[in-house]
């Protein structure tokens, strides 16, 4: 018994021994790696001293003022959430921003990251200050990836990337490139944040500064977009402000939304899509462009555009909002190899109030929506076929099915169009508010094989509605103050209308050696008070036989006059007949 337990006294004795050298180990361990963590931090970091750290702030390893490219490439290595202090970080060489990071700042206005502007001549177009991934040549936005491929990316690697809070002075003055004999035009691009091959993924509460120079030659602008989104998924950009900048481009995405920002005096286009599907374009408040191109230029299918606000006193731009590219044009055709086609938007509740020319135009659009939109703009040649409230232009392929209601369309130069479609077949042109002494009311343009104008209000127009080769041509419910209508078409109806201040003749031609097959006229309120004895005429070209028309004293007529007579006139059989409304 007393051998056991001298035994056991013993191996206690060991192991109180071992334990203590081990503890002295550790202390000793420990001792020397909070002197590394010490000696590190007054020289540069390591990767070893930072392991296992969710938060750490930037200003624990430089002061504001200096380049802290480097640095911060190491914390950005090494901790799940970067914070910008209060100061000015100077970044000289891209940041690659590992999946799961964020960097925010902690008051947006005082934190600040400062782009070098040597860096953006010694790598032109090539520089970023944050990406998710190494780029593969040159930014999207300098048309260097002219052949980018469709799903080049087939699984996304990046992932849960979030930047918030900060500014981005982007750092291009004029001055500055002036005094190294450079143009901005070629040497300036550069993104700010580029998320490529990325998901789910946001840029929020941050602001863009640039000091950009408007002149004609551009050579003091740069209007490549600060924020690239390019193949990338389920991203989202919100709550931002810029200045003198275009915003974001977004190529070969899907589920992207670019909401809730702010922008104002800017150089290009300040949200443009390219290929790709479901973006969302929503509640951006947005001020004056200074080139000749789109505020909003959307070329991808199932795009929302709603609830943005674009307002433009210069009216420098080509348009407000831009549908697609016209396919006529090889340029345009294909960007970056994706296709242009804007098919299946929905483009709703957006206020417009510009100088230019134009409000919306589709250049590459079927199954459009186009709703409940508050246009005001100010076309400055009379009679074009381009310069309108919304307008659509290209090829006849490229327009189908396209419903435009409800919107409210004001035209203050007393010029173009409300409404003006090439080939804009089977669609419907309803319900829609046209207040504008201009030109054209709705003018549908080349071949068409129907389309319906139904409810809409056509006020002061010299035309209310003119179409030059439309198959079947329906126009219904509608109330016209003035104009006239100057209409090619092989089936006319018009029907339930309500028309004041009638011109003395409306012409209605056929199509092919303007013959109309049929006309029917009925249950329409027509009040002739222009006319000097009440009487007015539609004048119709129709050598079909007589029971083709319907042309019947369903029709009301009201007038100032005494005698108030409104006829049609056509031709049957080769004789003129003269039937009353």
Known sequence: MQAVLKKSLTLCAQNYSNNMKIKSFFVFFVSVAMLGVIVTSASGLSNSSMADKTTVHIKNYAKSGTDVSDILQ??????????IDKGTWVISKSVLVPSGVTIKGLQKDKCIIKADANAMIKKPNQFCVFSSVEMKSSLVGSWAYHNLPIDAYSKKTCKDIHISNLTFDINRHPAYYTSKGISMKNKGGMNAIRLENSIDCTIQDCIFIDYGKYDESREMTNGEPIINIIESESCSV???ETSRCAFVLIAACHNISVEANKGN???GTWIETIGGSNYKICNNVIGDGYWNVSTLGINSINTEVAYNEITSKLGKENSSITLGHDTRNANTKLRYGQTTKADGCYVHDNIIRTAGVRGIIAQSASNLVIENNDITCAPVNENSTTQAGISFLGEPE?????IIRNNVINITSGKGCGIVGTCLNASQITNNEI???CDIGIWLRGNVSSSLIDGNQLIGQKSAVKADNVQTLSIR????????LEIKTDKFTFEDNTWVNIPKTCSIKGTTKEVVTSVDIERNNFSAVKTIDGIFEFSVSNQSAASN????KSNVIMSSTINSIGSVKYKSGGKSVKKNL
């Open 238 to 240: 919100s709550g931002c």
């Open 74 to 83: 190491k914390l950005v290595n090494n901790y799940q959430t970067v914070i």
């Open 435 to 437: 207040n504008a002494k």
């Open 265 to 267: 005096d800017f150089y």
């Open 477 to 484: 419910s509608n109330n016209i103050d003035g104009g006239s």
């Open 398 to 402: 490229n327009f189908k099915n396209e």
């Open 549 to 552: 028309n319907v042309i019947n």
